[in-house]
């Protein structure tokens, strides 16, 4: 434990160490999410005859693509592990002295970061309800948050356990960014980034049931709307998990393949 909250408060300091450019990134990137939503939604609905898409009202669909971006964001949390990069030039050697595992020093980096970007979404969400004002049909309630908390915590250690592999084929490989690329690609598109998975063909919503994506972004944008009964969001949650137990075999498994070439010298 004193380990974690070392290595919490060391990267802790590194984000906040240029707090203006911090809270300029904040309120720029959110105050760009909101208009460009509030635009594209606006026009959407002036041209169509009904009052609901995909299942929610203006109101509603202005507050998920708000707060989509803002999930996918914190669910990214280091966004790149720069594993490949510790390959490449030898970096792995230090990480032999410290009395955490690579991948545990790793993964407290990842949820400080996760931490980070939650404590900027909750102030975005306040930030919403003063001026934009909440729909009539958000239902608040402190369970809600809880289950995004926890789902959020999956969610990043899922994506923690893909970008991983495909950081680590760097064993194998001289270039991997663009299996990180396709991987985000990927994400934005399958887990409700872009666009609410209800928007999508009635057969492509009973795959995306099965693949892990969906509760990235589309199950804790919507159980913290209230949007979304809790039995729905449990079995999101258990498919989760099941499909994180695999990713993290697979991962260690390329780890352990992958540390059998590597030379600790550097490219």
């Known amino acids: 434990m004193r380990l974690f909250k070392a290595v919490f408060l060391m990267e802790m300091r590194n984000i906040l160490a240029y707090r203006f450019s911090f809270w300029i990134n904040f309120f720029g990137t959110t105050i760009g999410q909101l208009g460009l939503s509030y635009f594209l939604w606006s026009s959407i609905f002036s041209g169509s005859k009904n009052t609901s898409i995909g299942g929610m009202n203006f109101q509603m669909m202005i507050l998920y693509s708000f707060l989509a971006p803002m999930t996918l964001k914190t669910v990214n949390g280091l966004q790149s592990l720069n594993i490949n990069q510790d390959i490449y030039d030898g970096g792995l050697n230090k990480y032999i002295i410290y009395p955490l595992s690579y991948f545990q020093f790793k993964w407290i980096q990842q949820i400080t970061h996760v931490l ?30 809880l289950c995004f908390a926890i789902n959020l915590f999956i969610g990043s250690t899922l994506f923690f356990a893909m970008e991983a592999i495909m950081e680590m084929t760097a064993f194998w490989a001289d270039n991997v960014w663009s299996l990180s690329v396709l991987l985000r690609f990927i994400i934005n598109l399958l887990s409700g980034a872009w666009l609410s998975l209800t928007l999508f063909p009635e057969w492509s919503q009973e795959l995306f049931y099965y693949l892990p ?15 979304m009964n809790y039995g729905e969001w449990i079995q999101s949650q258990i498919i989760m998990i099941v ?22 010298v550097g490219i």
């Open 116 to 145: 980070s970007h939650l404590f900027q979404l909750f102030v975005g969400l306040a930030f919403f309800a003063i001026f934009i004002g909440m729909p009539l049909e958000y239902k608040f309630h402190s369970l809600n948050i």
């Open 213 to 227: 994506f969906k509760g990235m972004v589309y199950s804790p944008v919507r159980i913290l709307m209230g949007s």
């Open 243 to 264: 499909w994180l137990c695999l990713i993290s075999l697979v991962a260690n498994k390329v780890w352990l393949r992958g540390n059998l070439r590597y030379t600790g």
